[in-house]
């Protein structure tokens, strides 16, 4: 195991570490903040631990917060024939725990990170004490279904990854679209999501995600019924084009004890658009 971090205090003197950890021969980028019992926060597709940065100072503040870049997202390392399958990036989430002595977490996933994080919880489920999933992709929420084919086709996909990083303004409109109100886009915000993505790693590992994608969420749909006793919070805008907030009401069904919080005029990135409603909401929630 090789591990290096430096740190600095924010504007709330919570000290959040920069590190970076080999974990089966793969460089991974993390941050870590806080103390006391593991909380492990999972980003989305073609975000990484930059989006969890106001979260980050805050809920440290009750927990030991780990927020990861997965390989191939963000500054961790996309190694060549890597699965970007949601089971393997779930069993790679594992591996990451191993390596620094994470026995069990309260853990947060959102978007796809929400089914990677269900699924992790399925193949483990005596490591998870609770689960926080935010706009979650999951079985009853179609979008994506006929994208990720599209993207993924031989053909198409070659020319995606070679064109993506060079349209700035494509990837903004599609930011956008994520929220609800833009006039809630903090400065710095499209420039941080857009670092990573100026490499062509970044969305070569997009296309990856997308090619097992239905399979993914048919696998996801059978192993609902393993995690069902896990206290679980449904955190959700009510206007998310990504991940439709129709398919909330359904997801809650597969669990015994799930709360729904539904949040008006925010889009899917509630942790951008209300922190601090969305901070309240999780620290309730674990307190």
Known sequence: MNHTQSAEPDREEISVEECRITVDGV????????????????????????????????????????????????????????DCGMRATARRLHRFMDEVGITSCDLLGTSHGGAVAMLAAAQAPERFR?????????????????????????????????????????RAHYFRRLYGDTRRIRPGTLEGYSSPLRRPAAFAYGIGVLRSWNRDVRELEAILPQISQIPTLLIWGNLDKAVYPESAAR?????????????????????????????????????
Not at 51 to 67: D, E, G, I, N
Not at 133 to 154: C, E, I, K, T
């Open 251 to 287: 997801l809650k069904e597969q669990f015994r004890d799930c709360r729904l919080l539904m949040l008006e005029r925010v889009g899917h990135l509630p942790y951008e658009e209300v922190p601090e409603e969305f901070h309240r909401a999780v620290i309730q929630f674990l307190g």
């Open 27 to 82: 460089s991974w980028r993390y941050q870590r903040a806080g103390s006391g019992a593991a909380l492990v926060l999972v980003h989305g597709l073609l975000g990484y631990s930059f989006s969890w940065r106001f979260a980050l100072p805050c809920l440290a503040q009750h927990a030991t917060v780990y927020a990861v870049d997965l390989p191939g997202a963000g500054f961790s390392e996309f190694p060549p024939a890597m």
């Open 130 to 170: 609770r689960l926080i999933l935010v706009d979650p992709v999951n079985p009853w929420s179609p979008r994506g279904r006929f994208l990720s084919v599209f993207l993924s086709n031989g053909l198409v996909a070659p020319i995606f990854v070679r064109l993506a990083p060079r349209l700035p303004a494509l």
